[in-house]
């Protein structure tokens, strides 16, 4: 299988940890990719009409995406659906975890876009994606308990904050959710985590 990758985006680290806990890194071949919402990227864009990466290529050359389907193909076919429960309570709040880590992950994207759009630089729409980070940072650390079993959900919300420390490091988001960033800590020394880090190259 060929992931198209990036070191610096957070929904590819997510499907990159899951590929570890799963036990199937090994069997990723990462083809590295640049990519910008205002741009096309060809050999995305041959796979994935939405040009976005994380996108995997399976063994028979189709593509799968986006990151919450390609970290459930990894985890329900490779290690026996342990990442994201079947049924039940535990499955719904796995998955909705995810959507809180994916939409973290998005405000922070859309922050760094905002912050590179120069003169159309807009203060108002910079405070909303700030507002929005700080509410889903306070309902973190009030769930913080139920963070503490590895699924796709608790994953998507450590790779989302590790994001928050690479982009954001000024926002101190640790000092008010003592809960949620001893959670982070602890996660972060997983082999997984420390497998997968952040690195800012092109
Ligand atoms: N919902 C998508 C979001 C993926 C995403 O936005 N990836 C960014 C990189 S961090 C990207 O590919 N951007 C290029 C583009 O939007 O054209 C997912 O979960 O995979």
New binding site residues.
């Given amino acids: 299988m060929t992931l198209l990758w990036?070191s610096?985006?957070?929904?590819?680290r997510k499907v990159m940890v899951v590929a570890h806990e799963a036990g199937v890194a090994q069997a990723l071949r990462l083809e590295r990719m640049v990519?910008?919402?205002a741009?096309?990227?060809p050999e995305?864009m041959a796979l994935n009409p939405?040009?976005?990466?994380?996108t995997l290529v399976l063994v028979d050359g189709s593509a799968l995406?986006?990151?919450?389907v390609?970290a459930e193909y990894l985890s329900t076919t490779h290690a026996g659906g342990a990442l994201l429960p079947a049924e039940g309570e535990a499955h719904w709040q796995a998955l909705r975890l995810q959507a809180l880590g994916?939409g973290l992950?998005?405000l922070s994207?859309a922050r760094i876009a905002e912050a590179g759009r120069g003169e159309a630089r807009s203060a108002e729409r910079e405070a909303a994606f700030q507002a929005k980070t700080v509410a889903t940072l306070d309902l973190l650390e009030r769930e913080a308990a139920s963070l503490a079993p590895v699924t796709l959900g608790s994953i998507a919300v450590a790779c989302a904050l590790a994001h928050l420390d690479f982009r954001f490091p000024g926002d101190d988001w640790p000092g008010a959710r003592p809960s949620l960033a001893a959670w982070h800590a602890d996660f972060g020394t997983r082999t997984s985590m420390r497998e997968t880090a952040f690195q800012d190259i092109y």
């Fill in positions: 990036s610096r985006s957070p929904f590819v990519v910008s919402g741009t096309m990227t995305v939405l040009n976005k990466i994380p995406f986006d990151s919450p390609i994916d992950m998005e994207i």
